[in-house]
Each structure stands twice: as C-alpha cells, then as structure tokens.
C-alpha cells in the first residue's frame, strides 16, 4: 500500500503510569543504596529502533535512551554503560551478573525468574505487515512469517508454531525489508519500529495484515534489573513517574514522528480524526494516484495517437497513390504513346535543323513522363516479388553495367570491391537492380561531374549499435550479415533532409527532374527483402559525400 | 517482302500513328482496328504475320481477342505481341518471361523498339 506511511501518523502509544510529580522523592534507604552503588552496568540493544539503537555515530539514541537520560538527570546518577554484540548475548550477560540494568525489555514469566521490572514505560501496538494481500490473519496460515529471533513477539508467535512457517530474523530492519521483497509473505513485529523501518527504508509496498490476536496484545517494555536489586526497581520506578507528562510525549515525537501524544489521548477525537484524516488522506491519494495515471495515460495516448497518425497519413499517401496510379498510367501512357510515334514519324521527314532539335525535346519529355508515370506504378505494386535465390554481387554487377556509360559521361571513377564469399540469398534480382539503379544513379547526379563511387560488399557480424538505431528493421548486435557499402562524393545530405530521404514524394532534384519516389521505392523493396537500408552523411572523414547501406540478413546453418 | 501486321487498339490516333510509322520503311503493311471484337474478323480477311494486341479495351480485352483468334486453327500459329498502358517497362519484361511466354511491349514504345521486337518475334 503506497500509502501507508500516511496510517502510520496514526500510531497510537499510549503511557504507563501518566501521573507526574514534580521533585523526585526517594527513601532514605533508598537514597543510601543509590550511594552505596555508584557503578551500575546497563546494556543497551543496538538494533532496536525506534527503541534503542546505534547510529552511525557509535552512539545509542532512541525513546528508550531518552528515559535513561531523563531517568540519569532525576537521580543525578551515571549509568555505567556496557557494550554487547547483540540482544542473545545482552540476556546471557545479564544473566551471569555482568549486567544490572536493561533498559527497554519486555516482561514475560522466563525473564520473570531472574530479573525485577518496572511497570512498562513504553506500549505499542504489535502489527503483521506483507506485501500480499492477506484478507485474515488465517490467510496466514503455512506461510512464513518472520519475526525477530528471541523478541517478545518470538515467544507470542511461537504458539502458532504448528500453523505457521516461522522465520527468525536478526531485527526488525531485516524483517521488513525481506517482507518487502517478498522473501518472507508477513512480518511480526510492533507498530513503532515497522514504522521507523518503513519510514527510514522508504519501504512503499506493505500493508497491515488484520491480526485478531493481537488486538488486545501490545508490546510493553520495561527497565529490567538483577532480581537481587529490588530497591534499585522502585528507584527507577519512582523516577520514571517522575518524569514530565511532556517530556515523555516528546520521546516518542522526537523518534516516531506522531503528533503531541496529549492530543492522542482523547481517544474519541483520535478515531474521530483519524476516519476523517483516512477519508481525506485515500481522497488525496486517490486523485494524485489517478491524477498520475492519468498523466501516462495521455502521455501513452499521445505517443500512439501520433505513430497511428503518421502511420494513417502513410497508408493514404499509399492508398491514393496505388489507386491513382493505374489509372493515371493508362490515361497518360496511351496519350504519350501516340506523341511518342508522331515524334518518331515526324523524324522520319526532310526536316531542317531547329524542327529535329524540337522534336528530340519532345522526344525527352516523352521519356520525363513516362519516367513518373514508372515510379508511380512501382510505387504502387510493391508487394509482389519474384523471388529466386541468387547472388548479390551478380546484381551489382549488372546494375553498375547498366549505369557504366553514365558514369563515363560525368567523368566519374567507379571502385568496387566485392567479396567473393557471400552466400546467396533469397531475392527479387529486378527489384533489386532497380534499388541499385536507383541509388548509383543518386549518387551520380549528387557528384554532377567528376568524382568517385565506391562500391563495396562483405560478410560481416553486425557491430554498429548506430546502424540499428538509424535504420528500420529486424536486425540484432552479432548477427551474420551482407553489407553493401555505396560511398559517393557527391554533395552530401543537408542535415534537415536526413530524415526524409525515404519519404514518398521528398527530393532534392530539381522541378522536373526527380518524382521524389526512388528512395521510397527502394526502401520498400529493401523491406520486402527483410533487409535494411540507411543512408547518412560520410563519417569516413572523406570531405563530403552521402553512404549508403544496405544489410541483407543471411539465413544461419547450424 | 512486306511483313503483315495487324493492330488492334482502341485509341484510334495511335493505330494510325503506328501504321504511318511501320508502313513508312517499307517493310510491314499495317491493318488496324479499334475494336477486340473486330480481331478475329480481321485476322481471317488480312492473315497477318504478327499480330500487335492493345491489352485494355473497352469492349473486348486483348487477351479474349487472342483467345478466339487462337482457337481458330488457321490462325492459331500468328505470333502476337500485346502492348500495353498499365505496366512499366521493367514489369513487362518480367511478364514476358514469366507469364506464358507471351510477348509484351510497354506504352509509349519508340518505333524503333517496336520494329526490334516485331523482328524479334518473326525470327
């Protein structure tokens, strides 16, 4: 329960022996046994929070520790403090008569027999917490359940031995923490120190398990003292009622954290504020935890709201080109056909000098046309492959065939370098020419004259985390792959156009000369081939110059 | 001498544009005809040696056109070669090897490669 922390405002401690009086009264007899006995050892528990404990410091602090030094102050006494391991060893110690004093433990009838205590200064609540979501104290029941190794909750738990797991912990700390990561299902222990734990740990994810037996049990602590000191007992005793109402109240606000415990002691108010508060606070709680939920919600909302939009406005850019396209072939195309035969006729005469040049830019318009007109029914039908296997580099090679006299034209070197162990793959080789085409013819229009394209393919496992970032496909870091590397010198990329070379439609050419489709053509058909292409500006350090890649993943033989 | 062609398109111009073209060099003589269901009427009378096929027509599509022209025995070996408006060029080359061995030529073709293919085609 995230919210937890906020019940735990709700402690209730409720004091031993409320009634105070001003000046500390002590016999005669017993003043004489205080002088008599100037050295008396005490021990403290080292990890009992908010109790006693030792902070980082060395030093012990805590409610319990409070009282000593109140108790110290009325007495004008030091106590001789004792340093132990742990609780086990603190009990033998006292046992063998090392120790006189233990300054918050709580009575039961085995300590009874070699140890005196004050009425109980200290009562809390005890409480089972889990992560899960136990409706009963039944619900508990083949569990386990931790409790701290030889606590007073250890020797009330241990009647249930037969019905529950029982886990003994070194401390509450451990305890809660082990419930929390649900190493243990539930945690016995008292109100204050889950609470301290909780708070201390920022531990969110326990809930109060309802505990029938232990609605009547708190846990009482005492000042234990050697049995044989019966007139040190009613010395302390004495000085503990001697303290200050106020003081003691703030004992606990110094260590817990609860409000002044003199407001807490009208138990009417305390129920009737704390329903109220409970309302309030699971009101509070309830709109920041929908408040945030809502927040992810709009935030998940928008991000997917905006991929389906791009997504929508690509499927309709698709669907209306696809639907345009055969259409508009067929009513260009017949048209174009008829100027390119009069043209053609027209040639065919005695015609002067400026008739011929006319017609050949007929001639080239002709060809414009149709060349749109081609994207666009590429465009639209690429889901169809014709697939065979086959090699790569055989497809590169006569794509570059294809484009050599073009690349003659603009003075442009062409290197390749192919390597002779790729496998073959599964291929549309048309497809792909075309995506070679398109890009070599790319490149070279990039350089306009004079320049190099190299071309490269490999075998290669895939290393480059930024290849997989930029492009889109189903690749992973250490997969077998072909790389074909395209390197040109041409003018490179403008750093805004980056992202939008592969869209349907984008180009840099001028009006008239690119149908802004190649690229997006080319990406698909490289999708269809459960390939990924990329292309960026050169980080070879060459000058300028635009790389493409492409990967062709390989199928493995084990 | 002359080879005989017959073409069948429903765009009437480019018929006629054709023919001017072909019957030009001297070497074809170009019937036409703008209507499929008038191709196996004109096939019988003319008896062309290829037959050039629009494959999208109005009344009757290319593809019927050769069907009744080749269940006709007398005409059931004239080679034909279907042009047409709704591929691009690469996807007829594709067509031509994969789809029945049929010949096909994209629109806007230049006379020349039509003359290639018509060669071609009559060996």
């Given at each position: ?10 402690i ?16 005669e ?5 205080l ?32 009282y ?36 918050a ?16 200064h ?9 992560a899960?979501?136990?409706?009963n ?12 190794n030889n606590d ?67 846990l ?25 109402k ?15 415990v ?6 009417r108010?305390?129920y ?11 009101a ?29 406005i690509?499927?309709?850019?698709m669907?209306?080109?696809g ?10 195309k ?6 390119q ?7 065919g ?28 029914l ?13 090699s ?5 090679e006569?794509?570059?065939k ?37 890009l ?17 393919s ?19 870091l ?81 | ?11 009437v ?10 019957e ?12 499929g269901?008038?191709?196996l ?15 999208m ?51 806007p ?15």
């Amino acid at each position: 329960m995230k919210y937890l922390s906020f019940f735990l405002i709700f402690i209730i401690l409720t004091l031993a022996n409320p009634a105070a009086a001003q000046t500390l009264q002590l016999t005669e007899e017993e003043q004489l046994w205080l002088d008599q006995h100037p050295l008396i050892h005490i021990a403290y528990d080292k990890s009992f929070p908010p109790f006693e404990w030792k902070n980082s410091e060395g030093d012990y602090q805590g409610i319990s520790i409070d009282y000593i030094e109140a108790i110290e102050k009325q007495l004008n006494i030091k106590f001789q403090q004792v340093q132990q391991k742990n609780w086990s060893k603190i009990l033998k110690e006292f046992q063998a008569g090392k120790i006189d004093v233990i300054s918050a433990i709580a009575k039961n009838d085995k300590r009874n027999r070699y140890m005196l205590f004050t009425a109980p200064h200290i009562s809390v609540k005890g409480v089972i917490v889990s992560a899960k979501l136990y409706k009963n104290i039944k619900d508990l029941e083949g569990e386990r359940v931790g409790v701290v190794n030889n606590d007073y909750w250890d020797d009330l738990i241990s009647q249930y031995d037969d019905e529950l797991e029982i886990i003994r912990v070194e401390n509450t700390q451990a305890g809660i923490e082990l419930a929390a990561i649900g190493a243990i299902d539930a945690m016995v222990s008292d109100l204050a120190s889950v609470t301290y734990v909780i708070h201390k740990d920022g531990i969110s994810n326990l809930q109060f398990v309802p505990t029938p037996i232990f609605k009547e049990q708190n846990l009482e602590l005492s000042i234990g003292i050697r049995r044989d000191w019966p007139l040190l007992q009613s010395i302390l005793q004495k000085a503990i009622n001697n303290i200050d109402k106020e003081d003691k109240d703030s004992f606990y606000d110094k260590w817990i954290k609860v409000q002044k415990v003199s407001f807490w002691q009208d138990k009417r108010l305390q129920y009737k504020v704390a329903i109220i508060s409970l309302t309030i606070i699971l009101a509070f709680a309830a709109i920041i935890f929908w408040n945030r939920s809502l927040k992810l919600q709009v935030a998940r909302r928008s991000e997917q709201l905006e991929t389906a939009h791009t997504q929508l406005i690509h499927a309709e850019k698709m669907e209306s080109i696809g639907r345009l396209s055969a259409g508009v072939a067929h009513e260009v195309k017949n048209p174009l056909a008829i100027l390119q035969m009069s043209i053609d006729y027209l040639k065919g005469e005695d015609n002067d000098e400026t008739i011929n040049s006319i017609l050949d830019d007929m001639d080239d318009a002709v060809v414009r046309a149709d060349t749109v007109i081609k994207g666009l029914l590429d465009f639209s039908r690429e889901k169809e492959l014709q697939v065979t296997q086959g090699s790569i580099n055989e497809v590169i090679e006569k794509s570059l065939k294809l484009i050599e006299h073009e690349l003659k034209q603009r003075n442009i070197q062409l290197k390749t370098s192919l390597s002779a162990d790729l496998p073959d793959i599964g291929m549309d080789r048309n497809r792909l020419q075309q995506v070679f085409i398109n890009l070599l013819m790319n490149s070279a229009q990039a350089i306009g004259n004079l320049g190099e394209i190299n071309v490269s393919s490999s075998l290669m496992t895939l290393n480059d985390p930024l290849l997989l970032e930029k492009g889109e496909g189903n690749f992973s870091l250490g997969q077998k792959v072909i790389l074909i590397d395209i390197l040109d010198t041409g003018s490179g990329l403008k750093k805004k156009d980056e992202k939008n070379v592969f869209e349907p439609f984008f180009t840099t050419k001028p009006l008239g000369e690119g149908t802004g489709l190649g690229l997006s053509v080319s990406k698909t058909i490289i999708g269809l081939h459960n390939g990924m292409i990329i292309m960026r500006n050169r980080i070879d350090g060459a000058k300028q110059g635009v790389e493409v890649k492409i990967l062709f993943a390989i199928a493995v033989v084990n | 001498m002359t080879k005989k062609i017959l073409m069948v398109d429903d765009e009437v111009v480019l018929t006629k544009m054709v023919k001017m073209n072909l019957e030009r060099t001297g070497n074809y003589q170009v019937r036409t005809e703008n209507e499929g269901s008038k191709a196996l009427q004109a096939a019988r009378e003319f008896k062309p040696d290829l037959i050039l096929m629009d494959v999208m027509m109005p009344d009757m599509s290319g593809d019927e056109a050769i069907a009744e022209i080749r269940d006709d025995e007398n005409l059931a070996s004239i080679p034909y070669v279907f042009m047409t408006a709704i591929v691009s060029k690469a996807e007829t080359e594709d067509m031509g090897s994969n789809i029945g061995g049929n010949e096909f030529l994209a629109k806007p073709v230049k006379t020349e490669e039509l003359i290639a293919k018509i060669e071609s085609v009559l060996g």
